[in-house]
């Protein structure tokens, strides 16, 4: 056994670590930043360590007899995250369905922490652009939103073109110059383009 468990819990945590970064956008600076990421973390080390508690329960299984000491580690690493969504039957509620298996419990502590780390994010994402738009004017915003959509390596053309006009589109359509800031400074600083 070793320290197999090991690689089970570094997979697991790895893969929550890229959920979290593909789910939120984190400012470089604001309030909160410490419980931010004292959540953050909390949540990628709980996985890792319930994969490799899972690895310390099942490497001994028949079905893993025979394999490589790393494949099986890495197999229940990744197979953790689908276990632990896992859903035996599905009742219905108060008119709605409702999960029993692990991913009740496992969806019910992923939106806690979510909705917490999501608090601290969006609070410091305002902030951040409120202090963008203080000091640019609308122009110098789009000017900044375009460049930003022409130099992202990871649009294809019909993404840039797209952008292009939406950027267009909150200038021109705008009732509210400070709206059309706000909406061009979220963009530039997350990449997300709000409606026009």
């Known amino acids: 056994m070793d320290f197999y468990f090991v690689v089970s819990g570094v997979v697991a945590a790895g893969l929550t670590t890229l959920d979290l970064d593909r789910k939120f956008y ?5 309030d ?3 419980r931010l990421w004292a959540w953050w973390w909390f949540f990628v080390v709980l996985n890792g360590v319930l994969a490799a508690f899972l ?12 394999w490589n000491p790393w494949a099986s580690a890495l197999a229940i690493g ?6 632990i ?39 410091s994402r305002i902030s951040e652009a409120q202090a963008k738009t203080k000091h640019m004017s609308l122009k110098e915003l789009a000017l900044e939103a375009r460049s930003s959509v022409l130099n992202d390596a990871l649009l294809s053309d019909d993404e ?7 950027i267009s589109k909150v200038v021109s359509e705008s009732d509210d110059d400070d709206t059309a800031r706000m ?3 979220i963009f530039i600083l997350s990449n997300v383009q709000s409606p026009a």
């Open 26 to 30: 984190v400012p470089r600076n604001g």
């Open 32 to 34: 909160g930043r410490g």
């Open 55 to 66: 690895f310390l329960l099942l490497h001994e299984l028949t079905p893993f007899d025979g």
């Open 78 to 83: 990744v197979g953790y995250l689908a276990l």
């Open 85 to 123: 969504r896992l859903k035996f039957a599905t009742f219905e509620f108060q008119g709605k369905e409702t999960p029993f298996g692990f991913e009740a419990f496992y969806e019910a502590a992923k939106d806690a922490v979510f909705r917490r780390i999501n608090t601290i994010a969006k609070a």
């Open 160 to 166: 840039k073109n797209r952008g292009i006009e939406w």
């Open 183 to 185: 909406t061009l400074a």
